[in-house]
């Protein structure tokens, strides 16, 4: 009574007492909420939160109110008042009932409980968080009766208990091979979500002790009765199902269904025989055994030896509800005890009780009365009657109680185990948690010396992002300087324009100073000697006039004897003395002004010659001034000059040297190139060392040839630098033999353009520099790009007619050797291998073998399509004529004929690694879808120029089709093979903690990322690949110069 009680309080908004109408309420409403009330009364006692099993008559009334309203509304809405979502017990008894009611429930069961599948899909949501106890269990279940409901739903001809005769079931799939195919994948996903039940609920006891005879173990273990059952019919439909498919389907077509139905048939077998061993299910049911091994679908004889599990579950005597237990209605009533037949038998035998032979019965004595005695003897018997009655209801006290004090032991015995239970696990987790704990510390460790090493490692970031600024920095400084030095060297240029113009300016002043000084100096001489010309001649005349005086004196002397005589001639003398005397004084007076003239001339000349002597001084010293400018503008002309060549020779060195580093970054691998471009940057960069080379030597014989000098090292730079980059871009193309020489070869050249440039950078090694070995390694790349370019481009139109018979005469032959590889890879798997792996190497091999005779019958249609279009289109012209005048045609041709030989060649490559073992089924497929490709775009290369109505065409067309269904064949075996092959592990994460599931989860998280990222890059990588490829095909067969003959 006090449990009953108790569960009454722990569900709350239980039904309502129905209030009894008056004496004029209607029978059917009456009778309505008798029902309603009676169905509210035994859903609530058969879901509440005691972790005991649901009793079968409560049970069992639910189902008989779903027969009686034909639905069931009324079970819904005492449910929808249960508080489900918080008490997990509670919500699991609720899907013991819910699936009761499915099975044996009205059919309308199932359609009403849809309407709450968006409830029930949340509720398993959020108990899904748990990861241990009831939560985990009922989002199993709820998944399992939502799994249920759509099926029935979807499958309207399966009743809800599944039991149906072998007619039906064939009716079920309407005798279509795809409607039992799609049954049987649906029967497969409710067997697995019975299975995952099955595994939970046995993953959460503890099966070293008995918890099957516990209360609580058995509130588990009784769904699975359900379950039980409903997994014997659908393992009995799956094989009938498949054995039918069989008959209909080949056996490649079905390898899944046959996997899927032996990993379900271990579990089932498994979980059936660690049932039957259980104490709990002896006495409730008995559980059929399945076969030591699963049923040969591959025979069909094999159907006739299975047999049909069937339950048998006993009379309900054997159920524990028959069990001798208190129950709790009866003890509700106490206030009348009742006497039990054992007690009355016993007082008869002892008093008797015939009213004749009874001595104390005086009341057949007639016309006797009562006296004191008689009163006292029937209120004594009343007394023992009474003391009987008091001491049964003792007795029934005491065997309630007892039963309940066992109960309760039963209880506690089974929280006990749980306890011990809980106690081993917490053990467990307390072992692991020190596990964990000492790997925390370890990681702990290791993520402090890796803190170190990354503060280290930082550190040396931060000094290289220092040094790296500084550089960056200094390589600022740098440009800015070789900027400088260029603005200087066109001022320095421009004022030496300007000081050699000056200077012819000051020698055209000093040759004309000195013309104007010669022709001074030349006309003072010349005056001066006019002048002492002119002394001299008045010294000759004062010197004659003298001596004249001197005759006239003495002439006098001897005269003035006959001065009588001579007087006259005296008089005529003194006369011709005084015009003398004043011819010489007029002379002397001439003679003076003329020396004061010359003193005035030579003080004139003096002065000029001094001004003259002062001037050209300080011309000499303005000339000698502007000479030392000059020198040292020369002088500094030349260090600019040289420091600019310097510094586009370190630019070049730079360029050259991250042309170098680029080639090595991963991240350049992506990077292409055609052979072509290679070439042209090749070619150019021989032209620039031409040009270098004679800039070099025009710089040596004159050195103002420098921005020549400079240009041509950076242009060197740049175009050797690029040569490096698409030398290995090119390589990324080319086979790996041809692609390692390239970048040999690429890497050389860059070494011996580094050492030139540092060899250009010596002022004492600049005219003795040798570039041949550059030129070498620079006509080598030139060289092996010119290997590398497409042979089509190079072919001339002559050439293509005997090019499209080469080349379909070596397709053919590959196609034969390829067929031949095959043959002879199966002999050999026939002789090593054995087995499953034997069977799937011969399937793939004779699926291979088969696509190459199709690609051999499409070759040859091929070859007679081509024959009756160049007959048919050539006219009076030769074949070979015809293919010239049709090339892009014929390229087309030859470029298909190419992809179908290398695609067989490579599938057969592929099948031989697969083979033995060391090759992926993955690049099969990949082959395989490439022929196909490939042969298509033969067959639309051969039918462009055919006639529609063609027989020809129309046996290449279904040549064609032929290859088509073979690949697909090879694809189907090779799936069919790897299945089979690869084990499959099954993911069990029973035994795993919260922790670890934790852990493993996020490490799945980490490896989807990584995976997805790399399947982006992957892909990307492929649309680069098919962008090149096509750009490549592009160019290989003339696709730009048939746009530019177009436009």
Same mark, same amino acid.
């Given at each position: ?41 035994? !859903? ?95 989002? !199993? ?58 595994? @939970? ?19 588990? *273990? ?61 006495? $409730?049911?008995? !559980? ?14 094999? /159907? ?84 009987k009655e008091e001491l049964e209801s003792f007795r029934l006290e005491s065997g309630r109680l007892c039963q309940a004090l066992r109960g309760r032991v039963s209880e506690l015995e089974a929280e006990l185990a749980e306890q011990s239970h809980l ?27 890796? +803190? ?74 010349? +005056? ?62 001439? *003679? ?14 003096? !002065? ?34 040289w420091a600019s060549l310097l510094g586009a020779v370190e630019e070049a060195e730079r360029i050259v040297r991250d042309s170098l580093v680029q080639i090595d970054d991963p991240t350049h691998i992506s990077c292409t190139s055609s052979a072509e ?8 960069? $021989? ?54 020489? *390239? ?48 042979? @089509? ?64 019958? /499409? ?33 087309? $041709? ?127 990588? *492929? ?25």
């Amino acid at each position: 009574m006090d449990r009953v009680k108790s569960s009454m309080q722990q569900v709350p908004n239980a039904i309502p007492k129905v209030i009894r109408r008056t004496g004029g309420a209607n029978s059917l409403e009456l009778e309505k909420e008798n029902f309603e009330r009676g169905q509210a009364v035994s !859903i609530n006692k058969a879901i509440n939160t005691q972790e005991v099993a649901v009793k079968e008559k409560h049970a069992r009334t639910c189902i008989l109110g779903t027969h009686h309203e034909k639905g069931a509304h009324t079970f819904w809405a005492a449910v929808n008042r249960l508080p489900l979502s918080s008490n997990a017990v509670l919500c699991w008894k609720f899907c013991h009932v819910f699936h009761k009611l499915l099975r044996d429930g009205h059919p309308n069961v199932i359609k009403d409980s849809m309407r709450n599948k968006a409830d029930l899909t949340d509720m398993s949501r959020m108990w899904g968080h748990l990861s241990e106890g009831y939560g985990k269990l009922c989002s !199993i279940y709820l998944k399992l009766l939502i799994t249920k409901m759509e099926f029935h739903i979807k499958n309207p001809r399966f009743p809800g208990n599944l039991q149906m005769s072998n007619r039906q079931l064939d009716e079920a799939g309407e005798n279509d091979v795809n409607n039992f195919f799609q049954l049987t994948v649906e029967m497969f996903d409710y067997l697995e979500c019975e299975l995952n039940l099955f595994l @939970g609920v046995f993953s959460s006891l503890d099966m070293s002790r008995s918890v099957s005879v516990t209360a609580a173990g058995q509130c588990r *273990l009784a769904p699975l009765i359900q379950v039980i059952l409903d997994c014997s019919h659908l393992y009995d439909y799956t094989v009938k199902l498949l054995f039918k498919l069989h008959s209909c389907l080949p056996a490649d077509t079905l390898q899944g269904h046959r996997d899927r139905f032996q990993e379900q048939f271990k579990k089932l077998k498994s979980l059936f025989y660690r049932s039957s061993n259980l104490q709990y299910f002896k006495r $409730l049911i008995q !559980i059929p055994q399945l076969p030591e091994n699963p049923p040969n679908f591959l025979r069909a004889s094999a /159907l006739s030896e299975h047999i049909s599990p069937v339950v048998v579950i006993p009379a309900e005597s054997s159920s524990p509800e028959s069990e001798h237990m208190v129950e709790t209605e009866d003890l509700v009533d106490t206030d009348i005890p009742v006497l039990p037949a054992a007690v009355e038998t016993k007082f008869d035998d002892l008093f008797g009780t015939s009213a004749a032979t009874d001595p104390f019965n005086f009341n057949s004595q007639n016309g006797m009365r009562k006296d004191d005695k008689d009163r006292l003897i029937e209120q004594l018997t009343r007394e023992i009657q009474a003391l009987k009655e008091e001491l049964e209801s003792f007795r029934l006290e005491s065997g309630r109680l007892c039963q309940a004090l066992r109960g309760r032991v039963s209880e506690l015995e089974a929280e006990l185990a749980e306890q011990s239970h809980l106690r081993m696990q917490a053990v467990g987790e307390s072992e692991f948690l020190k596990a964990e704990l000492d790997d925390l510390r370890r990681v702990k460790e290791d993520t402090e010396k890796e +803190q170190r090493s990354l503060t280290e490692i930082e550190r040396k970031a931060q000094a290289n992002e220092q040094r790296y600024t500084k550089l960056k920095e200094k390589y600022t400084e740098l440009v800015q300087s070789h900027a400088d030095l260029l603005r200087k060297n066109a001022e320095v240029t421009r004022q030496m324009t300007v000081a050699r113009a000056a200077q012819d300016e000051v020698e055209a002043v000093r040759k004309e100073m000195q013309e104007k000084v010669k022709a001074a100096q030349e006309a003072a001489d010349r +005056q001066e000697k006019e002048q002492l010309e002119q002394l001299q001649e008045l010294q000759t005349e004062l010197v004659s006039s003298r001596a004249e005086l001197g005759v006239l004196k003495t002439t006098m002397t001897s005269s003035q004897q006959s001065s009588e005589a001579l007087s006259t001639q005296l008089s005529t003398l003194e006369s011709e003395k005084a015009e003398l005397v004043e011819t010489l004084s007029k002379r002397e007076a001439e *003679l003076t002004s003329m020396g004061e003239d010359l003193e005035q001339a030579q003080s004139s000349l003096a !002065i000029e010659r001094e001004s003259g002597v002062k001037t050209a001084e300080a011309l000499q010293n303005q000339l000698n001034e502007k000479e030392s400018r000059e020198q040292a503008l020369e002088n500094q002309l030349v260090a600019a000059r040289w420091a600019s060549l310097l510094g586009a020779v370190e630019e070049a060195e730079r360029i050259v040297r991250d042309s170098l580093v680029q080639i090595d970054d991963p991240t350049h691998i992506s990077c292409t190139s055609s052979a072509e471009y290679l070439a042209s940057r090749c070619q150019a960069s $021989l032209d620039c060392m031409d040009r270098l080379q004679s800039t070099r030597e025009a710089f040596l014989a004159d050195n103002t040839g420098v921005s020549e000098l400079m240009r041509a090292v950076t242009q060197f730079g740049h175009l050797v630098g690029d040569a490096i980059v698409q030398g290995s871009a090119t390589s990324h193309m080319v086979p790996v033999e041809q692609a390692d020489e *390239l970048s040999e070869s690429v890497k050389a050249c860059g070494s011996e353009a580094l050492a030139l440039l540092g060899l250009l950078k010596e002022q004492e090694s600049l005219a003795t520099a040798d570039d041949s070995t550059l030129r070498k390694a620079l006509e080598g790349i030139l060289a092996a790009a010119e290997k590398l370019r497409p042979r @089509g481009l190079e072919l001339q139109q002559g050439e293509l007619g005997d090019l499209v018979e080469q080349e379909m005469a070596a397709t053919s032959a590959a196609v034969e050797s390829a067929a031949a590889r095959i043959e002879e890879m199966l002999n050999k798997s026939r002789a090593v291998d054995t087995g499953i792996k034997m069977e799937v190497n011969e399937r793939i091999l004779a699926s291979c073998t088969d696509l190459m005779q199709a690609i051999k019958g /499409l070759v040859l249609s091929s070859k007679d399509l081509q024959r009756d279009i160049v007959e048919s289109g050539r006219g009076a012209a030769s074949m070979k004529e015809f293919y010239a005048k049709n090339s892009r045609w014929t390229e087309g $041709l030859i470029s298909a004929s190419k992809a179908v030989g290398w695609g067989a060649t490579v599938m057969v490559d592929a099948a031989d690694m697969v083979v033995q073992g060391k090759g992926k089924f993955e690049e099969l497929m990949v082959c395989s879808h490439e022929i196909a490709a490939s042969t298509a775009q033969l067959v639309a290369a051969s039918k462009v120029k055919a006639d529609k109505d063609s027989t020809n065409l129309h046996r290449l067309q279904q040549a064609s089709r032929g290859v088509t269904q073979a690949t697909a064949a090879v694809v189907a075996s090779t799936k069919s093979g790897k299945s089979q092959i690869e084990d499959k592990d099954t993911m069990d994460f029973s035994s795993m903690t919260l922790t670890q599931i934790k852990r493993q989860e996020m490490d799945s998280q980490v490896l989807v990322l990584e995976l997805e990222t790399r399947l982006q890059r992957e892909r990307e990588r *492929l649309g680069e690949l098919r962008k090149k490829h096509y750009e490549l095909a592009g160019v290989a067969e003339g696709w730009g110069e048939e746009e530019e003959g177009t436009g």
